[in-house]
């Protein structure tokens, strides 16, 4: 499940949250009364700002060239592919396809563009998942930081040891636990 929460003191509020959560209850089909734990792992993360597209013209290196391939007298004599190279990453796009300086330029920057916004996805997922990571440790039973024991109308907090009623939890006031 994902939840999002926002607002003034929303990452505060659920700031210690993160980790490892066993919840014990008795369902209303066991008839021996037998005690049913589960676990749940908890991950707070901040939500990821928009991007901008444009790239700065001081970051881009271009040359121009003649093409290759077929395409006679015109393709041999005019410099009307492109190259740029994006400086901060190395990324080098190189587009001859048009028969025009203009249109390959146009075309390298929209395929720049997209390489470095894929560039810019893949190191956010993996600086995501390296933070979820972390917070959710393992999820077994040692990791757990917060026990939720519903036949005993009470929430335990492992790290400081205090302890909750049920409702007070269910209805958001966790001041007695962090």
Known sequence: MILKVSGAGAAAAFAA???GHRWQRVPP????????SSTVTV???EGAAAQSRDIPAHDLQWRMCRGSGPGGQHRNKTESAVEVTHLPTGL???????????EN???VLEILRERLHHLQVGRAHRETNAGRQGQIGSGQRGDKIRTVQVQHDAVRDHRN??????DAWMAGRLEGLA
């Open 161 to 166: 040891g205090q302890r909750i009623t049920l």
């Open 105 to 107: 330029k146009a075309e």
């Open 43 to 45: 991950a707070v993360l």
């Open 92 to 102: 080098r796009v190189r587009c001859d396809c048009g028969r025009r300086q203009g």
């Open 29 to 36: 089909t066991e008839r021996s009364g037998r005690v049913h």
């Open 17 to 19: 949250e993160a980790g």
